[in-house]
T-cell receptor, first 115, second 112 residues
Framework: DTGVSQDPRHKITKRGQNVTFRCDPI?????LYWYRQTLGQGPEFLTY????????KSRLLSDRFSAERPKGSFSTLEIQRTEQGDSAMYLC?????????????FGPGTRLTVL | QKEVEQDPGPLSVPEGAIVSLNCTYS??????FMWYRQYSRKGPELLMY????GNKEDGRFTAQVDKSSKYISLFIRDSQPSDSATYLC????????????FGGGTRLMVKP
């Protein structure tokens, strides 16, 4: 399977704990995006990388959230001191750097439940 | 007010019906328009991608963009129970970043 993969698929944690999610993009894609989706809503942009550089961050990405993409391959999203409001599906997408036909392909998501 | 509005549904139709899904948007900077299908507890799957105004057809799916009205549509012909899912419209601007702005999704149910 050469699609976007995410790990874990599900994470249950207690409030105050730290969690880390991983995303492996499609191999030839140099752009990687993180989105958050709550129940009944569309995905909301969090941040994006071009290669290893984090180029844009949403105001939704509080200082408890940090994302990295070392070496421009896989990416991690860490949430520190989780809160119940962090419960959501965290989606990763990747795309090739072609402006007219830049299409984002999504992974299956990591569903986070904060108790 | 959200930049992209989409009726949440649910929309229930009999098998074989023609389905019409719509989104309106407020920002004229949006240049690229997409429709994604999302099954329950899965990631969004790209269905259609269009640039600027006009129609695009792919099998049973037709996407329409009317930039003058800031209105986009997705038509599904000969709908099947397997089409039951949430349909998300998404759009992006022609600048660096390419972040997508999504509608809230319309839940579609196709009954056998």
């Amino acid at each position: 399977d050469t699609g976007v993969s995410q790990d874990p698929r599900h994470k249950i944690t207690k409030r105050g704990q730290n969690v880390t999610f991983r995303c492996d993009p499609i191999s030839e894609h140099n752009r990687l995006y993180w989105y958050r989706q709550t129940l009944g809503q569309g995905p909301e942009f969090l941040t994006y990388f071009q290669n290893e550089a984090q180029l844009e961050k949403s105001r939704l990405l509080s200082d408890r959230f940090s994302a990295e993409r070392p070496k421009g391959s896989f990416s991690t999203l860490e949430i520190q001191r989780t809160e119940q409001g962090d419960s959501a599906m965290y989606l990763c997408a990747s795309s090739a750097d072609v402006i007219r036909t830049d299409t984002q392909y999504f992974g299956p998501g990591t569903r986070l439940t904060v108790l | 007010q959200k930049e992209v509005e989409q009726d949440p549904g649910p929309l229930s139709v009999p098998e074989g019906a023609i389905v019409s899904l719509n989104c309106t948007y407020s920002n004229s900077a949006f240049q690229y328009f997409m429709w994604y299908r999302q099954y329950s507890r899965k990631g969004p799957e790209l269905l259609m991608y269009t640039y600027s105004s006009g129609n695009k057809e792919d099998g049973r799916f037709t996407a329409q963009v009317d930039k003058s009205s800031k209105y986009i549509s997705l038509f599904i012909r000969d709908s099947q129970p397997s089409d039951s899912a949430t349909y998300l419209c998404a759009m992006r601007k022609n600048n660096a970043g390419n972040m997508l702005t999504f509608g809230g999704g319309t839940r579609l149910m196709v009954k056998p």
